[in-house]
Nanobody, 120 residues
Framework: QLQLVESGGGLVQAGGSLRLSCVASGRTFVSYAMGWFRQAPGKDREFVSSISWSGGSTQYADSVKGRFTISRHSGANTVYLQMNSLLPEDTAVYFC?????????????WGQGIQVTVSS
């Protein structure tokens, strides 16, 4: 079992920045990819970004490319999402996720989620 705890959300004006963190605890001796999803009111949960166990491979949704940066130290249990140039449409609950397979159709574990609100 892994437990994921997100932090760093909040309210920010459009154009501003936030950094989300997610710490995994529990069965940390197994390698896993980490990622972020988000869900806006009335919409489906969507993939935002992911990073491999080593930190050497990253993926981003087109909507956040060039604005968001995901990072983690190799083999570390903490992942960060630096969000710059935030837009009102980035408003959502952001979820940290872990995948043992490295694919994201069905992540292995989810965090509780953290609210990010971008005002216009």
């Amino acid at each position: 079992q892994l437990q994921l705890v997100e932090s760093g959300g909040g309210l920010v004006q459009a154009g501003g920045s936030l950094r989300l963190s997610c710490v995994a605890s529990g069965r940390t001796f197994v390698s896993y990819a980490m990622g972020w999803f988000r869900q806006a009111p009335g919409k489906d949960r969507e993939f935002v970004s992911s990073i491999s166990w080593s930190g050497g491979s990253t993926q981003y949704a087109d909507s956040v490319k060039g604005r968001f940066t995901i990072s983690r130290h190799s083999g570390a249990n903490t992942v960060y999402l630096q969000m710059n140039s935030l837009l009102p449409e980035d408003t959502a609950v952001y979820f940290c996720a872990v995948s043992y397979s490295g694919t994201w159709r069905s992540p292995t574990y989810w965090g509780q989620g953290i609210q990010v609100t971008v005002s216009s």
